[in-house]
């Protein structure tokens, strides 16, 4: 009798094992699936532009009239825009954000540091919308004046504020590689006379290196992936971006401001689908990138 | 058995604690027997057991009710020491003197506070949130607890080696180098001279010295720990702290370990904790033993003396318990 129960339970436990086993297979298989799509619906609306202009045409144009008769499908404004954009996200929030990781990591604790990762983090909670109306309200008038532009409406605006929206993947997953860099290593250089910032800086920062690398990768992919933001301040402009105090428009910020006027399934249609693959492939590169370094720095401890 | 030989030696030597006869006794006759042949000491190894490896008589100081002669310069002395974690003390009361050039082992029980005890010489309870020092610790007469000492020069002075190795993650050059580089010595000739002759005090000189930008991590357990070992010498410390530096380590490595610290013991200071009763019998000339009572009773020293009077002649007779391995 109790025999024959246990088996039950056992042939129970063995269908609802199997039963998870599948649905777990099947909800990995449509996140891939997902991706898989995505590209291929980018990939196919974006063939007529490639067959029609040329795709070394498109990336490498500097001019971008979609309208005009001959149209022009150069994506080199966008791109330059995007760069700088990014370029000066990056710069202005590496120092920042690497920065307070370390100090979250190595210098304080307990209470205070927990209050302070989290408030880092609520970063991310803040609608881009809203940090373009700061930007808009504060930050372009005191460019204007301070740099004595004509208008403040700049690459560097937009890049500043992109900036922000990047700080809390830079410092939270800084600071992931730098608790996991093993105590040990802290103990070893303290007690060999090394002060908290010495071994901060020579030991501890070192050797969470691919950790941060990654974190700015991962900042890098945000910031060019930023649409809102950049849409409402970076100014626009349909021309090359060569600086900073340049009027800026950017991949994903032309994608959005033309899609709701284009035919859909002509040229120019497709063309802003070009230009969703080339974002879609450089963030996915770099995230690629960024994961695998991560990876092998979290082996790295495992030893 | 061993307990009925140690019993049977301590009668038959002539009052091992008196300084009298120890004083004059060639150091180098001071072989530690391995605790496993005690059965085969003599009484003349007995009385060599209270020979001291610093044998100057500069100061007399107290530890317990024996007076020991020793050489003060560059010693430790501690006096009525406690350490709290937060509320709870966790190491009460210790007084003892630990003298310069020679080697001495804290042992007890595991959670005994013997690392607790080593981290207080080198203020790495500093770093311990929460971690209080009462008492004093002196190093040549000063305190290093005191407010105008900076921990980070007791801890140039007073070097670690821990318990499991840690290497930095970079060549093994590069973590001798870190020491002298941090105080500020850039010339690569002066840094050669000093990562070879630490690298040749840690006995891993003939093993590395043509992979020297190897990274260390490919190093094995053993080499690891004598790089640590010659990580700390490079800085030139006059105190050698080592937290159970062979506890992770094999038969083979361990013994080398041994070594290193037997001849590192002739330069300088150092103070090893250990669980291995044999590894203390083997390498220290004294040895103090630590034991905690009771959970809730903070760890105190109970004896300390010259190694061998400890391990043939223990005068308490929790030593003795312990040492002859009835509990712990």
């Given at each position: 009798?109790?025999?024959?129960?246990?088996?039950?339970?056992?042939?129970?436990?063995?269908?609802?094992?199997?039963?998870?086993?599948?649905?777990?297979?099947?909800s990995?298989?449509?996140?891939?699936?997902?991706?898989?799509?995505?590209?291929?619906?980018?990939?196919?609306?974006?063939?007529?532009?490639?067959?029609?202009?040329?795709?070394?045409?498109?990336?490498?144009?500097?001019?971008?009239?979609?309208?005009?008769?001959?149209?022009?499908?150069?994506?080199?404004?966008?791109?330059?825009?995007?760069?700088?954009?990014?370029l000066?996200?990056?710069?202005?929030?590496?120092?920042?954000?690497?920065?307070?990781?370390?100090?979250?990591?190595?210098?304080?604790?307990?209470?205070?540091?927990?209050?302070?990762?989290?408030?880092?983090?609520?970063?991310?909670?803040?609608?881009?919308?809203?940090?373009?109306?700061?930007?808009?309200?504060?930050?372009?008038?005191?460019?204007?004046?301070?740099?004595?532009?004509?208008?403040?409406?700049?690459?560097?605006?937009?890049g500043?504020?992109?900036?922000?929206?990047c700080?809390?993947?830079?410092?939270?997953?800084?600071?992931?590689?730098?608790?996991?860099?093993?105590?040990?290593?802290?103990?070893?250089?303290?007690?060999?006379?090394?002060?908290?910032?010495?071994?901060a800086?020579?030991?501890?920062?070192?050797?969470?290196?691919?950790?941060?690398?990654?974190?700015?990768?991962?900042?890098?992919?945000r910031?060019?992936?930023?649409?809102?933001?950049?849409?409402?301040?970076?100014?626009?402009?349909?021309?090359?971006?060569?600086?900073?105090?340049?009027?800026?428009?950017?991949?994903?910020?032309?994608?959005?401001?033309?899609?709701?006027?284009?035919?859909?399934?002509?040229?120019?249609?497709?063309?802003?689908?070009?230009?969703?693959?080339?974002?879609?492939?450089?963030?996915?590169v770099?995230?690629?990138?960024?994961?695998?370094?991560?990876?092998?720095?979290?082996?790295?401890?495992?030893? | 058995?061993?307990?009925?030989?140690?019993?049977?030696?301590?009668?038959?030597?002539?009052?091992?604690?008196?300084?009298?006869?120890?004083?004059?006794?060639?150091?180098?006759?001071?072989?530690?027997?391995?605790?496993?042949?005690?059965?085969?000491?003599?009484?003349?190894?007995?009385?060599c057991?209270?020979?001291?490896?610093?044998?100057?008589?500069?100061?007399?100081?107290e530890?317990?009710?024996?007076?020991?002669?020793?050489?003060?310069?560059?010693?430790?002395?501690?006096?009525?020491?406690?350490?709290?974690?937060?509320?709870?003390?966790?190491?009460?009361?210790?007084?003892?003197?630990?003298?310069?050039?020679?080697?001495?082992?804290?042992?007890?029980?595991?959670?005994?506070?013997?690392?607790?005890?080593?981290?207080?010489?080198?203020?790495?309870?500093?770093?311990?949130?929460?971690?209080?020092?009462?008492?004093?610790?002196?190093?040549?007469?000063?305190?290093?607890?005191?407010?105008?000492?900076d921990?980070?020069?007791?801890?140039?002075?007073?070097?670690?080696?821990?318990?499991?190795?840690?290497?930095?993650?970079?060549?093994?050059?590069?973590?001798?180098a870190?020491?002298?580089?941090?105080?500020?010595?850039?010339?690569?000739?002066?840094?050669?001279?000093?990562?070879?002759?630490?690298?040749?005090?840690?006995?891993?000189?003939?093993?590395?010295?043509?992979?020297?930008?190897?990274?260390?991590?490919?190093?094995?357990?053993?080499?690891?720990?004598?790089?640590?070992?010659?990580?700390?010498?490079?800085?030139?410390?006059?105190?050698?702290?080592?937290?159970?530096?062979?506890?992770?380590?094999?038969?083979?490595?361990?013994?080398?370990?041994?070594?290193?610290?037997?001849?590192?013991?002739?330069?300088?200071?150092?103070?090893?904790?250990?669980?291995?009763?044999?590894?203390?019998?083997?390498?220290s000339?004294?040895?103090?033993?630590?034991?905690?009572?009771?959970?809730?009773?903070?760890?105190?020293l109970?004896?300390?003396?010259?190694?061998?009077?400890?391990?043939?002649?223990?005068?308490?007779?929790?030593?003795?318990?312990?040492?002859?391995?009835?509990?712990?």
């Amino acid at each position: 009798m109790s025999h024959s129960r246990s088996r039950l339970n056992k042939e129970s436990a063995r269908l609802a094992n199997n039963a998870a086993r599948v649905a777990i297979t099947l909800s990995a298989l449509v996140s891939i699936a997902a991706l898989l799509a995505i590209l291929c619906f980018l990939l196919l609306n974006s063939f007529r532009a490639v067959g029609e202009v040329g795709l070394w045409e498109m990336l490498s144009g500097t001019i971008w009239h979609p309208t005009s008769s001959p149209p022009a499908f150069g994506f080199l404004p966008a791109e330059s825009g995007s760069l700088w954009v990014t370029l000066i996200a990056i710069v202005c929030a590496m120092p920042i954000g690497v920065g307070a990781a370390v100090c979250l990591s190595e210098f304080i604790s307990g209470r205070v540091r927990e209050v302070a990762k989290s408030l880092v983090e609520c970063i991310a909670t803040v609608p881009s919308v809203a940090l373009g109306l700061l930007g808009m309200t504060f930050l372009v008038p005191w460019i204007r004046t301070f740099f004595s532009l004509p208008s403040g409406l700049t690459a560097l605006a937009a890049g500043l504020m992109v900036g922000i929206l990047c700080l809390p993947t830079i410092v939270s997953i800084s600071e992931d590689a730098l608790t996991a860099v093993p105590d040990a290593l802290r103990q070893g250089s303290l007690a060999m006379g090394n002060t908290k910032w010495q071994t901060a800086v020579k030991i501890v920062v070192p050797a969470a290196w691919p950790g941060i690398f990654a974190a700015i990768l991962l900042g890098f992919g945000r910031a060019v992936g930023e649409t809102m933001v950049v849409l409402m301040i970076a100014g626009n402009s349909g021309l090359v971006v060569q600086g900073p105090f340049e009027a800026a428009r950017t991949l994903p910020g032309t994608i959005a401001s033309e899609v709701a006027e284009v035919v859909r399934g002509g040229l120019h249609y497709s063309a802003l689908f070009a230009m969703a693959l080339v974002l879609f492939l450089s963030t996915f590169v770099v995230n690629l990138i960024a994961a695998q370094v991560i990876d092998r720095s979290r082996r790295r401890w495992s030893r | 058995m061993v307990t009925d030989v140690l019993q049977a030696l301590r009668f038959a030597s002539p009052r091992a604690t008196d300084p009298e006869v120890a004083v004059g006794i060639d150091a180098e006759s001071a072989v530690v027997p391995h605790f496993a042949t005690h059965t085969a000491v003599s009484a003349e190894a007995v009385l060599c057991a209270n020979n001291t490896a610093a044998a100057s008589e500069a100061v007399r100081c107290e530890e317990g009710a024996q007076v020991v002669t020793r050489d003060l310069r560059g010693a430790f002395e501690l006096e009525g020491v406690s350490i709290r974690y937060g509320k709870e003390t966790v190491v009460s009361g210790v007084s003892m003197c630990i003298p310069s050039k020679s080697v001495t082992a804290l042992i007890g029980p595991s959670g005994c506070g013997k690392s607790t005890l080593l981290r207080c010489l080198n203020r790495m309870n500093d770093e311990i949130a929460g971690a209080a020092v009462t008492g004093a610790v002196r190093l040549e007469g000063v305190d290093i607890n005191d407010g105008k000492v900076d921990a980070v020069e007791v801890r140039s002075r007073v070097g670690m080696v821990f318990q499991r190795p840690n290497p930095f993650p970079m060549s093994i050059y590069d973590n001798v180098a870190f020491g002298p580089k941090t105080f500020g010595i850039r010339r690569r000739s002066e840094l050669n001279g000093i990562v070879e002759s630490a690298l040749r005090s840690a006995a891993l000189w003939s093993e590395v010295k043509d992979v020297l930008n190897k990274h260390a991590f490919e190093l094995s357990g053993g080499q690891q720990q004598r790089l640590c070992i010659a990580r700390a010498l490079a800085t030139e410390p006059e105190v050698l702290l080592m937290d159970e530096p062979a506890s992770a380590l094999d038969p083979v490595s361990t013994q080398q370990i041994e070594d290193t610290i037997a001849k590192l013991g002739q330069e300088m200071m150092i103070v090893i904790v250990t669980h291995n009763m044999q590894q203390a019998a083997r390498v220290s000339h004294q040895t103090a033993f630590m034991l905690r009572e009771s959970n809730e009773a903070p760890a105190e020293l109970i004896e300390t003396g010259d190694t061998k009077s400890i391990f043939t002649n223990p005068r308490d007779s929790r030593t003795e318990r312990y040492i002859t391995g009835r509990f712990g």
